[in-house]
């Protein structure tokens, strides 16, 4: 079994979701959302820090997975929120575990079959996939999705190992 931590990161809000996976069974951990004051960005990306890393201490998990930062039209705002990606991708490195990169696109193609779809068609299959009784809130659904497209990855990955291919990386055999 292989437990992942799936992260949505933001400069308000940071998403995080932890699954189990066997074989191509996966299920539900926890889920949830590291709200940040208002404040410096500093302290804020401290916060983060500190929030990614106490739920790495106590679920344990062995990978994870974060969403890549967007062009955003606001470049102030993309720059906070790689900066807040940064500080979630430090407490996944201190901790030791791989990390795994991906477009908002790609996590979306991985749970709903499209990278077009919209945040409550995210939602909805999360439901499904994990069965869980009710939706998720949006950026915990979001780091649920990543946590899943993680796990997609790292099968497909798997699967090539054996093949004789060399590599894999974002879609394109090397």
């Given amino acids: 079994m292989t437990r992942i931590i799936g992260i949505d990161p933001g400069s308000r809000r940071t998403g995080y979701g932890v699954i189990d996976v066997m074989g191509s069974k996966i299920s539900y951990v926890t ?3 590291i709200r940040l004051p208002e404040g410096s960005l500093p302290e804020r990306l401290k916060i983060i820090f500190d929030g990614v890393s106490q739920i790495i201490g106590e679920y344990r ?3 994870m997975g974060i969403e890549e930062v967007f062009v955003a039209a606001n470049a102030g705002s993309a720059l906070k929120l790689g900066q807040a990606r940064g500080a979630a991708i430090v407490a996944g490195a201190h901790a ?3 990390v795994g990169e991906y477009s908002a ?4 193609k991985s749970v709903v079959g499209t990278g077009a779809a919209d945040k409550t068609q995210v939602q909805m299959m999360i439901v499904q996939l994990l069965k869980l009784s009710e939706s998720p809130a949006e950026d915990a659904a979001d780091a649920l999705a990543v946590a899943i497209c993680h796990a997609h990855s790292m099968r497909t990955t798997a699967a090539l190992a054996g093949s004789g291919v060399k590599g894999y990386a974002r879609g394109r055999l090397k």
Avoid: A, D, T, Y
Avoid at 105 to 108: A, C
């Fill in 31 to 33: 889920s949830g959302i």
């Fill in 61 to 63: 998990p062995q990978q």
């Fill in 96 to 98: 030791q575990l791989p």
């Fill in 105 to 108: 696109r790609s996590v979306k």
